[in-house]
């Protein structure tokens, strides 16, 4: 089994920060990108952030220079860092990430989602 538990979701006003954490556990041999998706009520679910094993990013224009993604792969997490938060950054936020698991097998993963709401 594997599994993926994001943490750190919650309220913030505009303008402020969260940090997203995501962790990976169970029988994982490796893993390789390591993403986070929100999807906004109403709306696709969308790509916000990639980081490569070897520590390559990108992000969706609509926040470049504000969201930071990095990971550590002793522990196997993924973080999202979010500054200069702003109302349309309200969504619920999804860590996905492509697992090899012990038995050679690879797939997709999903964690369960964590709210984020940006609101005064």
């Known amino acids: 089994q594997v599994q993926l538990v994001e943490s750190g979701g919650g309220l913030v006003q505009p303008g402020g920060s969260l940090r997203l954490s995501c962790a990976a556990s169970?029988?994982?041999?490796?893993?390789?990108?390591m993403d986070w998706y929100r999807q906004a009520p109403g709306k696709e679910r969308e790509l916000v952030a990639a980081i490569t094993i070897g520590g390559s990013s990108n992000y969706v224009d609509s926040v470049k220079g504000r969201f930071t993604i990095s990971r550590d792969n002793a522990k196997k997490m993924v973080y999202l860092q979010m500054n200069s938060l702003k109302p349309e950054d309200t969504a619920v936020y999804y860590c996905?990430?492509?697992?090899?698991?012990?038995?050679?097998?690879?797939?997709?993963?999903w964690g369960q989602g964590t709210q984020v709401t940006i609101s005064s």
């Open positions: 996905n990430a492509d697992i090899i698991t012990i038995w050679g097998n690879r797939r997709n993963y």
């Open positions: 169970g029988s994982i041999r490796s893993i390789n990108a």
